[in-house]
């Protein structure tokens, strides 16, 4: 399996607060993404990153910011949560090959309350 | 931007038969990659099959292959003797030329036994 670590694995919080969620790669992959998966929805994208300090846009970004400051790590921060944030998170990787399929992270399960 | 569109929400097959899952998509791209990813309920997203666009032979990985018709925009993978193992929850994805991975709503597929 690739080298992909998410943390937390699970998270319950209030609202308001802030919440930041890191993945972690042992990979060298050039690109990764933030998912949210709801019901109904399936997997859609946040954020996503194509190397260190470049970054963009999702179809879902609204109240998520994104950093990458390393190859290996890219973190996703809510700034100020809400329960609608409510959802399990997936990181993903990708190479920079364009035949090749994204691996994942096992994922982190949010919860505001 | 691309769209992936599965219209079964629910699926289900008996042990030992085949079932086939649909997922349509919609692209202005003539080179892309499709793939399936299988989730299970222990939530990891696992890579089933893939196909690239610009081969005519349907991709396949022992029991899984894919009926990949381009002018139909349609991709739908078939499961053969059907596992228990099976059970779990099925996306389409669509990687574009520029990196981002497009993901259908998804299909839960029930094995019966």
């Known amino acids: 399996d690739a080298g992909i670590t998410q943390s937390p694995r699970h998270k319950v919080t209030e609202t308001g607060t802030p919440v930041t969620l890191r993945c972690h790669q042992t990979?060298?992959?050039?690109?990764m993404y933030w998912y949210r998966q709801d019901p109904g929805h399936g997997l859609r994208l946040i954020h996503y990153?194509?190397?260190?300090?470049?970054?963009d846009k999702g179809e879902v970004s609204d109240g998520y910011s994104v950093s990458r400051s390393k190859t290996e790590d890219f973190l996703l921060t809510l700034e100020s949560a809400t329960s609608s944030q409510t959802s399990v998170y997936f990181c993903?990787?990708?190479?920079?090959?364009?035949?090749?399929?994204?691996?994942f992270g096992d994922g982190t399960r949010l919860s505001i309350l | 931007a691309q769209t992936v569109t599965q219209s079964q929400p629910e699926m289900s097959v008996q042990e030992a038969e085949t079932v086939t899952l649909s997922c349509t998509y919609d692209?202005?791209?003539?080179?892309?990659?499709l793939f399936w990813y299988k989730q299970p309920p222990s939530r990891q997203m696992i890579l089933v099959i893939r196909?690239?666009?610009?081969?005519?032979q349907n991709a396949t990985e022992n029991r899984f292959s894919v009926n990949f018709q381009k002018a139909a925009k349609s991709f739908s993978l078939k499961i053969s003797d059907s596992q228990l193992g099976d059970a779990a929850m099925y996306f389409c994805?669509?990687?574009?030329?520029?990196?981002?991975?497009?993901f259908g709503t998804g299909t839960s597929l029930t094995v019966i036994p």
């Open positions: 993903a990787i990708a190479r920079d090959t364009s035949n090749q399929p994204q691996h």
């Open positions: 990979e060298n992959h050039r690109y």
């Open positions: 990153s194509y190397g260190v300090k470049d970054t």
């Open positions: 692209t202005s791209e003539s080179d892309y990659y």
């Open positions: 196909q690239e666009a610009y081969k005519q």
């Open positions: 994805a669509y990687r574009s030329t520029g990196n981002q991975f497009y």
